[in-house]
């Protein structure tokens, strides 16, 4: 049996632990939201808000996220933005994010990059993407600014990516890098995004 631990977003500063991030507790869209923004100097640095209060192993974790590139950003920005769990601190996580630009983009090899699978430090895309072409990241149909609802769903050294309520999921990894581990859950963005987040909700198991 699944014991609910539900997260009420409705966020405020004082339910999140900010590193290389500001975060405020604002209307988006028509939903409570937490936006987090880089803090100035951040640059290629982890860019994470840990939740308060929770420890993961196994089991879902359910959010809404929005994320577009943020104000001056450069070309290559994105709108990073996802969900990091079994997170040891601040700079040692497994993470999926979405790439939001990249969903209805014109190029194909660009969207085939619109979901990522990251584990930090070891693992960063660069070096996922170099030795393993394509697996650790695939399409899915996104629009930035847009609230996108994520569910993912961790068993032991396996985890599955599902966007927008899909009844399959769009990235798949069997082999997460560290391990069959336990930690926290935290909100994650990458460089130059701006990103608001709703509705979390993490089910153990």
Request: include cysteine; proline fraction near 5%; aromatic fraction near 8%.
């Amino acid at each position: 049996m699944f014991a609910a631990i539900a997260l009420a977003l409705a966020l405020t500063s004082k339910t999140v632990e900010p590193h290389n991030v500001v975060v405020a507790a604002v209307s988006y869209r028509g939903k409570a939201a937490l936006r987090l923004v880089e803090t100035e100097r951040a640059l290629h640095k982890d860019t994470i808000g840990i939740v308060s209060g929770v420890r993961f192993h196994n089991g879902v974790i359910e959010a809404d996220i929005a994320g577009v590139p943020g104000a001056g950003a450069s070309e290559g920005a994105r709108g990073f933005a996802g969900i990091a769990f079994r997170v040891k601190d601040a700079a040692t996580y497994e993470c999926f994010y979405l790439r939001p630009t990249n969903g209805r983009a014109t190029d194909q090899l660009r969207r085939n990059h619109s979901t990522q699978y990251i584990s930090h430090p070891d693992f960063p895309w660069e070096r996922l993407r170099k030795e393993n072409p394509g697996v650790y990241e695939s399409y899915t149909d996104l629009v930035p600014g847009e609230w996108t609802h994520v569910k993912i769903v961790v068993d032991g050294t396996k985890a599955q990516l599902y966007v927008n309520r899909s009844p399959q999921p769009v990235l798949i990894v069997n082999d997460l890098k560290a391990g069959d581990s336990e930690g926290g859950v935290a909100l994650w963005i990458g460089d130059e995004t701006e990103a608001h987040f709703a509705n979390l909700k993490v089910t153990p198991r």
